[in-house]
């Protein structure tokens, strides 16, 4: 993982003592509402529902175990003993007290982090694939481009005050697990025919209320030149992004009212200009970044027999391997996925006593290192295939080995209506009551692999639209129901799903997951997962079981009644 050197420190360690001073003077009433409002914005520290909510960054996802300590040191002293993975792999806090906040950023930057850019029309944290440097498909480890992308848009005085936020994600494996398809830049480091390597750069994808696929605008920027290029990207969006509409803001609108081919002759242009200049990389600055990610060395190792041995008797073993193992790059050596997706708690969140325990197992077996993903889930990137059978037990013991991992249950969900103050529905207690409905493990094994995202409103923070099922939390007169989508998908395949019709109650979901599910499992064929169903019989078929089966569960009530 990534080590500071005295520049990364210095500017986080002057960041803390600059906003304890203006948080300081705000509280002595020196600073008003208004003047204070952007300079909290600039550490993470948002005005919610109940109280105010931190964001922290956590660069593309990788933490180390004196991090989570600190994690659970906060979650426990300075919020309501809980902490929340979110879907941008970031972690946020919902019940500091604003008076706290400058301690926990000094406790934050003693341990090298901070919450800089997690908030704000700037570029935010960089995310990618959890796997990164352990993945058996990875082509080049992405880490350390997102470092340099990290160290490069830090405070980079021209991209302070964009049209809107910006985000920007890299896939280094041939199967894409950072979603660069949502993201306002999506990088995909690839080969060219001569074997030189360099970015694949998609522009334009987002979420939220206008969902967009992000398109191709280069087949292959040299690496030597991405930061030019990205730079060429931004000062066309920060010369011509709307800024008179918040609404309208975002990249993905620019590049779809220019249209791909002028957005991108445009980006060439302004590109002529930067082309060489004082961003371009070599590989000196590469091998810097890269030298200070003190990753274990790992050599091959015999496969382990008492692991297969393990797994030919213990059926519960066998369960958990299978959805929450993952073939890692070295022989001998697999990732691990740790789900925070319990039965019963809110999607993400770990207890302060499970930060420290999580700690505990990353320094035993995993080389004192874990990465966030953005299903809200972490991972044990490098763990002995001998230890794995140690580490289930243990995991089990703290809550965090349900084998769920890419089934029904394993669902994403924004914070909706119990926290967003933007929310126009709960989105947790939804899903809390969908997993409810499936508890049963074979089940959900025989359902197979099934993505629900859940939003609480049209900001798609629960990244609703690219669920294999996607809940939406609409309101309606006052009142909370919910929009329901299919075939939406990320990775290679990235989808949009398609509304099924109108919005249902609350209570309803449960009932209308399992219509969906019971009308895939009488078309499926042989082991077909749910989005290939949907992508190869329609939407159709899904929508008329559902709202018969709802029309007669209605009826069925009134009936009753009478
Ligand atoms: C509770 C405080 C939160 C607030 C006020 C908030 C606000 C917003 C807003 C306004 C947007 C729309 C931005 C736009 O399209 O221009 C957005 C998007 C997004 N938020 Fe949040 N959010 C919150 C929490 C979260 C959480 C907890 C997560 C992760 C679980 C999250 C992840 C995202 C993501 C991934 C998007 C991107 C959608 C896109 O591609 O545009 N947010 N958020
Ligand atoms: S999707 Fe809406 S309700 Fe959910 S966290 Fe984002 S802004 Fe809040």
New binding site residues.
């Given amino acids: 993982m990534y080590q500071y050197d005295e520049y990364d420190q210095r500017i986080v360690d002057e960041r803390v003592a600059q906003f304890a001073d203006q948080t300081r003077r705000y509280l002595a009433g020196e600073l008003t509402e208004d003047e204070f409002r952007p300079l909290r914005l600039q550490n993470g520290l948002?005005i919610?529902?109940h109280a105010p909510?931190l964001?922290i960054a956590v660069p593309y996802g990788n933490l180390n175990s004196k991090q989570l300590r600190t994690l659970g040191h906060i979650a426990r002293t300075y919020d309501r003993g809980y902490g929340?993975?979110?879907?941008?792999q970031?972690v946020?806090f919902?019940w500091p007290r604003l008076e706290d906040v400058p301690e926990i950023l000094d406790q934050l930057a003693k341990v090298q982090m901070h919450a800089i850019q997690t908030s704000g029309n700037c570029i935010r944290n960089v995310t990618s694939d959890p796997f990164a440097g352990v993945a058996a498909d990875e082509i080049v480890d992405p880490r350390p481009w997102c470092e340099i992308l990290r160290q490069w848009s830090t405070f980079h005085p021209e991209f302070a005050f964009l049209p809107?936020?910006f985000?920007i994600a890299v896939n280094g494996a041939k199967e894409d697990r950072a979603v660069i398809r949502?993201?306002?830049i999506g990088l995909d480091i690839v080969h060219n025919a001569a074997g030189e390597l360099g970015f694949r750069v998609l522009v334009g994808?987002?979420?939220?209320?206008?969902?967009i696929i992000g398109e191709e605008v280069a087949a292959f920027v040299p690496w030597q030149q991405i930061l030019n290029y990205c730079e060429a990207i931004l000062r066309v969006y920060n010369l011509h992004g709307r800024r008179d509409n918040?609404?309208k803001?975002?990249i993905?609108i620019l590049v779809k009212a220019l249209g791909v081919p002028e957005f991108a002759r445009q980006v060439e242009e302004e590109f002529a200009h930067l082309k060489d200049g004082p961003s371009t990389l070599t590989q000196a600055e590469i091998d810097r970044v890269a030298g200070r990610f003190n990753d274990p060395v790992l050599s091959a190792l015999a496969q382990d027999a008492g692991y297969r041995a393990r797994l030919a008797e213990d059926k519960a073993f066998a369960a958990w391997a299978r959805r929450n193992v993952r073939n890692h790059r070295v022989q001998g050596y697999a990732s691990v996925v740790l789900s925070l997706k319990p039965y019963g708690v809110a999607?993400?969140d770990l207890t302060a006593d499970q930060f420290d325990a999580v700690a505990e197992l990353a320094d035993r077996y995993a080389f004192g290192e874990v990465r966030s993903t953005?299903e809200?889930n972490i991972v044990l990137a490098s763990v002995r295939e001998a230890d794995l059978f140690a580490l289930w037990q243990e995991a089990r013991a703290i809550g965090l080995a349900t084998p769920n991992i890419g089934l029904l249950t394993d669902i994403?969900?924004?914070?909706g209506g119990d926290?967003?103050?933007?929310?126009n529905a709960k989105s947790i207690p939804i899903a809390n009551a969908i997993q409810d409905r499936f508890d049963n493990l074979d089940y959900l094994f025989d359902i197979g692999e099934l993505e629900i995202n859940i939003s609480g409103?049209?900001?798609?923070?629960?990244?609703h639209h690219v669920g294999h099922i996607g809940i939406l939390g609409v309101d309606k007169n006052g009142e909370e129901f919910y929009q329901v989508t299919i075939g939406g998908d990320q990775g290679n395949q990235t989808t949009l799903g398609k509304v099924i019709g109108p919005s249902f109650a609350a209570a309803e979901m449960p009932d209308v997951i399992s219509s969906l599910i019971n009308n895939f499992i009488d078309n499926r064929q042989d082991d077909e997962r749910f989005i290939d169903t949907v992508r190869r019989i329609g939407v159709e078929s899904f929508k008329t079981r559902v709202y018969a089966e709802r029309t007669a569960r209605l009826e069925a009530k009134e009936i009753a009644h009478v």
Avoid: E, W
């Fill in positions: 948002y919610q529902r909510m964001r929340h993975i979110t879907t941008r970031n946020q919902n809107r936020k985000k949502v993201h306002d994808g987002g979420l939220g209320r206008t969902p918040a609404y803001a975002r993905k999607p993400g953005h809200q994403i969900s924004c914070p926290f967003c103050a933007l929310a409103c049209m900001n798609a923070c629960g990244h």
